[in-house]
């Protein structure tokens, strides 16, 4: 089957090459999946990178690339058709539409633990679905954490991204108020329509000075920020007194400045945000916590949530005009691979 692997850590461009490899065989309690499409997140580039929250377990592969050379496959997410089920599983019958996480999507076949498959109807689409697992349950999670009322604020850096669409769409039913930073005018128009209140090009000292306009001084409840550097520390000032600030992105590759003060004088709980770690606490809660936040997300997929509108598609022997796709400046919507 075809696999797009990396020997090293480094530029997605650079280290990434296709492969041919033998295709897995489910062991016991695990589900296969053929997949179909699979977007190109952050994340995902983040982790071939090294700069991801852990770094690839390179593994030798006999049928790999080199003759047996240690390496490891891309991709977090996915959508596509069970194929088999391993010994005793209790998963999805073969032929079964499905969402799949786990490691090393960006190749024909995956096997996942039968937990980690969602079945979808076919209300939702394979390019939704392949974006279900990552995008909708961070944004899910990220408002549970913060437990805002109804009626308090909350900023969103990057807000014309997947992420803040879906934050703002589902604030909105929450009864919250959505401030969005966006870098350029044109980013203004998907936000309209009650789902956020934008904001121009901010950084530093104007990002602060609108939000304070917005709010009538009073600065917003929570900030929720996916960028990190100037933006990132204009948010956090941007916070009121005992109010909320959770990163959960670093988009510029910079630091999040945090003055003593802020932590100190201003009470401001600083906090990180990380999907799998976040994930790991709701299944110590048990089945009943998985199953409705599940439900929740895979509700607000099949309503038509923002965010995972499509940009391009590309087969996975053209990743290289698809990771170039993906860094282009202004890019509204996801870039797949597919095949």
Not at 14 to 30: D, I, N
Not at 127 to 150: G, I, K, S
Not at 249 to 272: D, K, N
Not at 318 to 337: N, W
Request: some cysteine; proline content about 9%; aromatic content about 4%.
């Amino acid at each position: 089957m075809r696999a797009l692997v990396f020997a090293r850590h480094g530029d997605p461009a650079r280290v990434l090459r296709p492969a041919e490899v033998a295709c897995p065989a489910p062991g016991p309690g695990q589900v296969r999946v053929r997949v179909t499409a699979r977007p190109v997140n952050p994340s995902d580039l983040l982790f071939v990178q090294g700069r991801y929250g852990r770094r690839a377990d390179f593994a030798p592969r006999p049928d790999g690339p080199g003759g047996g050379a240690p390496v490891a496959a891309a991709g977090f997410e996915g959508a596509g058709v069970v194929d088999a089920l391993g010994p005793g599983t209790a998963g999805p019958p073969p032929g079964t539409r499905v969402a799949v996480a786990a490691d090393g999507t960006w190749q024909e076949y995956v096997c996942a633990p039968a937990a980690a498959v969602l079945p979808v109807g076919e209300g939702i689409p394979l390019d939704a679905a392949c974006q279900l697992t990552v995008n909708p349950f961070t944004a899910h999670l990220l408002l549970d954490d913060l437990a805002l009322r109804e009626g308090d604020s909350v900023l969103l850096t990057a807000g014309a991204s997947a992420v803040s669409r879906m934050i703002a769409r589902l604030a909105r039913r929450r009864g919250l108020r959505c401030l969005a930073a966006v870098r350029r005018a044109e980013q203004v128009a998907p936000l309209e329509g009650g789902d956020a209140v934008p904001l121009p090009a901010p950084t530093g000292t104007e990002l602060v000075e609108r939000v304070r306009e917005a709010t009538e001084g009073r600065g917003v409840d929570a900030a929720l920020d996916a960028v990190g550097g100037s933006v990132g520390g204009a948010a956090l000032r941007s916070v009121r007194p005992g109010g909320r600030f959770v990163s959960y992105g670093l988009l510029s590759g910079r630091p999040v400045p945090v003055p003593p003060e802020a932590l100190i004088f201003h009470r401001t709980r600083v906090s990180g945000f990380w999907l799998p770690e976040r994930l790991e606490r709701l299944e110590r809660r048990g089945e009943s916590a998985v199953r409705r936040v599940t439900e929740d997300v895979v509700a607000a997929v099949a309503a038509g949530l923002p965010g995972l509108e499509v940009a391009a598609r590309y087969d996975l022997d053209s990743y290289a005009l698809a990771l170039e796709h993906a860094a282009r400046p202004g890019r509204t919507g996801k870039v797949l691979l597919t095949g």
